[in-house]
């Protein structure tokens, strides 16, 4: 599986931005997709997962209420749809995929076998 991570860019605190994640393997073989976030100089951390059959989603304390995370089988694709944005938001994007039944919980970078290539996110105050 490949995927692809784009919609990243600059926008000014309270402003709205939406991630788009494609994935290159039909999406009937992936159990789950997720966003992480890095930080300079601090370790990538969950933002918000979706199981792919159920469509629904788990979401950091962090961003509840404020971001939302989607997808559209018929185009592969995963969605983060992020408003209110913070200053403290700011961090590369990664987008992830989990292809086999796992023990790891979805919160964590173990349960995700497949990455993207990130996208930045720069939110100024």
């Known amino acids: 599986v490949q995927l692809q991570a784009s919609g990243g860019g600059l926008v000014q605190a309270g402003g709205s931005l939406r991630l788009s994640c494609v994935a290159s393997?039909?999406?009937?073989?992936?159990?789950?997709m997720a966003w992480f976030r890095q930080a300079p100089g601090k370790e990538r951390d969950f933002v918000a997962a979706i199981r792919w059959s159920a469509g629904y989603g788990n979401y950091a304390d962090s961003v509840k209420g404020r971001f939302t995370i989607s997808r559209d089988s018929a185009k592969n694709t995963v969605y983060l749809q992020m408003n209110s944005l913070k200053s403290e938001d700011t961090a590369v994007y990664y987008c992830a995929a989990g292809v086999r039944a796992s023990t790891a919980g979805v919160t964590t970078t173990a349960r995700y076998d497949y990455w993207g290539q990130g996208t930045q996110v720069t939110v100024s105050s």
């Open positions: 393997r039909r999406t009937l073989s992936i159990y789950g």
